[in-house]
């Protein structure tokens, strides 16, 4: 009997992943500088890392509150207030075992099987995939792109709406192209998802990294206490703690306990002990939130000048997250390429192939790396571009 067969057509459906491809080709490659992944090169900081294990070595290793520890939650609703201006009540968070999984509940609290959910293209894979093994069906809307920038056309988004749209995916600062929105994007969007009575799922991960001064244009500038905003957000970008998978979601507190419902089924909340460590990071982690920021910045700064200088080279800087999305020319089959380059300069990089319509001819690089990593990878594709 052939078991493959008799799987699920959802999950033989769902795909592999285009980057992790290149990671496992190249992963134990000696002297590799990786740029594939959406990390830093940092370990959690001691200042997190320390109340989580005392946490785990005093015993917090119970079931736990499913939507997060109240003194979690408080602080969250403490970080919203710093960092938006806007105080929201304890019963719009629930903790989540990752942004993955806070995507993963945001998609099954308002799609139904056969529902069309709008993304802005080229965009990160596991949104889209996500939904699909959820029964939905993804539908790009991609960006302009001219000289290097990329920018929203909302009515190229309003003509990919159709009967069967429930929600718009809109991800800002944008993972890969670093694109941000603006307060007049943001206005356009909402705007439709009101006309069309459709959801916004809001990743603003990358908000803080914003290269302009301050944080990035968010929902929560202009939203009324009514509009339907789902926000999916994470622990891992700015406190360097991509392998805790804790994340959280903000919602109206009237749709809180259906988001809690659907953790319980899925994971049955996050170990308190983790819960202690990301307290932490809310707490007395906003100097380390900033150095993280400077140091993007400046490795942006190297990484995107060495690449233009070669002549070959089309991008301008991002003006948010922390990826170059960039193309080489001649260059059109990029997962070709990005295997090639782990083999022949050891610099591991995304293929665009990975990110839907709009980003197969580019390669996206993350750069929030010590300098000297990032300089040293820089002149390796300087090298590997000149031998084409």
């Not at 099954?108 to 080229?122: F, K, M, S």
């Not at 943001?186 to 959801?199: C, F, M």
């Not at 990035?216 to 009324?224: G, H, K, R, V």
């Not at 906003?286 to 400077?294: F, K, L």
């Amino acid at each position: 009997m052939n078991q493959f067969q008799n799987l699920s057509r959802r999950a033989i459906q769902a795909p592999e992943s285009g980057i992790v491809a290149v990671v496992n080709h190249g992963r134990l490659k000696p002297g590799l500088i990786p740029l594939w992944s959406g990390e830093g090169d940092e370990t959690t900081p001691e200042f997190i890392a320390r109340p989580a294990s005392e946490a785990l070595l005093n015993g917090e290793t119970f079931y736990t509150w499913q939507r997060g520890i109240p003194e979690l939650r408080q602080a969250l609703a403490d970080y919203h207030a710093r960092l938006f201006g806007k105080r929201l009540p304890l019963d719009a968070f629930c903790v989540t075992g990752s942004g993955m999984q806070a995507i993963k509940i945001a998609i099954e609290a308002v799609v139904d099987p056969g529902d069309e959910v709008i993304q802005l293209t080229p965009a990160w894979p596991n949104f889209a995939a996500a939904l699909g093994m959820s029964g939905g069906i993804p539908v790009a809307a991609p960006l302009d792109y001219a000289n290097g920038r990329w920018s929203l056309d909302p009515e190229r988004l309003a003509a990919a709406i159709t009967p069967k749209t429930r929600a718009i995916f809109f991800n800002s600062p944008s993972n890969p192209t670093g694109w941000t929105a603006t307060r007049e994007d943001l206005d356009a969007v909402l705007e439709l998802a009101r006309k069309h009575g459709l959801w916004i799922i809001a990743d603003e991960i990358y908000t803080q990294f914003h290269y302009a001064g301050g944080r990035a244009p968010s929902f929560l500038d202009i939203m009324q206490d009514d509009d339907r905003i789902i926000f999916v957000n994470t622990f891992s970008k700015n406190w360097s703690m991509t392998g805790w998978r804790v994340g959280w979601i903000v919602a109206p507190p009237s749709i809180i306990q259906v988001l809690e419902n659907s953790v319980q089924y899925q994971t049955s909340g996050v170990p308190q002990f983790m819960q202690k460590g990301a307290l932490a990071a809310l707490e007395h982690g906003d100097d380390y939130v900033g150095a993280q920021i400077a140091k993007a910045a400046a490795a942006r700064d190297l990484f995107c000048n060495a690449l233009t200088a070669t002549n070959r080279v089309v991008t301008q800087k991002p003006d948010g997250a922390f990826y170059a999305f960039f193309r080489i020319d001649g260059i059109t089959d990029t997962k070709a390429a990005a295997i090639d380059i782990v083999d022949r300069a050891s610099v591991g990089l995304a293929p665009g192939t990975a990110f839907d319509k709009g980003g197969a001819e580019f390669l996206r690089a993350c750069f929030l790396r010590r300098l000297d990593h990032v300089e040293e990878a820089a002149g390796r594709l300087a090298d590997y571009i000149s031998s084409l």
